[in-house]
Structure formats: C-alpha cells, structure tokens
C-alpha cells in the first residue's frame, strides 16, 4: 500500500502527525485510523464473496483484479491460444511510422517542386502590400440601415 513512501517522507509525516494532533492524542488517532481501515477491508472482502457466491460455482475463481484493463490485456497477451504474440512481434511500430514519416516527406517534396514550377500553387505571398481600395469606390451609403 505504501511502497512508494520513502524514510523520509515517512519521518515528515511522522513529525506532521506530532503536530497536528499531540503527543497525547496520536495513539488514540493511529488506534481509530487503523480500526477504519480495517473495517473497510472487511466490508470489501465481504462484498466480494457476495459477489462470488451470486455469480454461481462456475466464477468461485473469479478475481476482481482481472476487471483492471491493464491485468486484462496483459492476460491476454499472455495466452498463447490466441496467438498475439506472433502478432505483436510481427508489428514493428517504428518501422511502419518510419515509412509513412517517408512517404509523408517524399509526397511533400513533390508537389512543392511541381508547385513553384509553375504558379505560387495556392500560397499567399507575405512580402507583397495589401491592394488599398480605392477611395470612390466605396459601397453606397444607405440611411435606413445605420
């Protein structure tokens, strides 16, 4: 539950708790934190064989753990009826990035060079000033509308 704590982290919350709640008090928080969790467990535990025990005989096998995605497909993975391995050690998902990233830049460098061969091939040029209008030829001015 707590793999990822290390002495330190742990000292730090020890010294919190001192603070927080007093040398007095501490004994009697760790005593009403530990019932808690315990409870929890056990309500958990039960919940489960409840479970189990609705589902029928076929599921007494069952763990809740296969319900996680990860343990699901790593299961999966595993299992050598479906022959996946075979599948994913067929698939090399560098090496097909690495020829569409190919193809991409082959297929780009194509029509840019077809393109400024002939016309600007639908590219805005920046460097050119924007057309001012003229000044008569400005729209009609219609009272009604303003």
């Known amino acids: 539950m707590f793999n990822d704590i290390g002495p330190l982290e742990l000292v730090t919350l020890i010294v919190l708790a001192v603070l927080v709640f007093g040398p007095d008090k501490l004994p009697?928080?760790?005593?009403?934190?530990?019932?808690?969790?315990r409870k929890i467990r056990e309500f958990s535990e039960s919940a489960k064989n409840d479970i189990r025990e609705e589902l029928g005989p076929e599921f007494k096998d069952f763990e809740f753990e296969d319900l996680n995605p990860k343990t699901f497909i790593r299961k999966q993975l595993d299992n050598e009826d479906l022959g996946l391995k075979e599948i994913r050690n067929g698939?090399?998902?560098?090496?097909?990035?690495?020829?569409?990233?190919?193809?991409?830049?082959?297929?780009?460098?194509?029509?840019?060079?077809?393109?400024?061969?002939?016309?600007?091939?639908?590219?805005?040029?920046?460097?050119?000033?924007?057309?001012?209008?003229?000044?008569?030829?400005?729209?009609?001015?219609?009272?009604?509308?303003?």
């Open 91 to 146: 698939f090399d998902l560098k090496k097909e990035m690495a020829e569409v990233t190919d193809a991409v830049h082959s297929r780009d460098s194509d029509t840019s060079s077809a393109g400024s061969a002939g016309s600007s091939g639908g590219r805005i040029d920046m460097t050119k000033k924007p057309e001012t209008p003229d000044p008569d030829d400005r729209p009609p001015f219609d009272a009604d509308a303003t």
């Open 28 to 37: 009697k928080v760790i005593q009403d934190v530990t019932r808690t969790i």
